[in-house]
């Protein structure tokens, strides 16, 4: 999924960049900026309050067996924990702003 939805968005961009300027590409870019961002911990949340329910449905539809629910059960923590790293870092750009401050000292 995320494959694709990459593929999508470089083509969205790859098309826009023919047709359009630079300026006004980054220009739509910095327009979607807070909706995106919105949308990333949106699913954060979801991912967060939802992961045991999900695991609950899958064991009750007799996907998962016990052990498989307290493993995946045990994982939420790391697998929010990394998905909040990663928005920091990708999403907010947290490194390029602590080397921009390095680099200005």
Request: charge should be positive; glycine fraction near 6%.
């Amino acid at each position: 999924m995320a494959v694709l939805l990459t593929a999508l968005v470089g083509y969205l961009l790859m098309h826009r960049l023919k047709t359009d300027s630079v300026q006004s590409v980054q220009h739509s870019i910095y327009a979607w900026r807070t909706t995106l961002t919105t949308m990333r911990w949106t699913v954060i949340a979801v991912i967060a309050f939802g992961w045991n329910h999900l695991v609950v449905w899958l064991a009750d539809v007799k996907i998962l067996n016990r052990n498989k629910v307290t493993w995946l059960t045990g994982l939420r923590r790391r697998a929010i924990v990394w998905l909040v790293l990663l928005e920091w870092v990708l999403g907010q750009g947290v490194w390029v702003n602590a080397i921009g401050l390095m680099v200005k000292s």
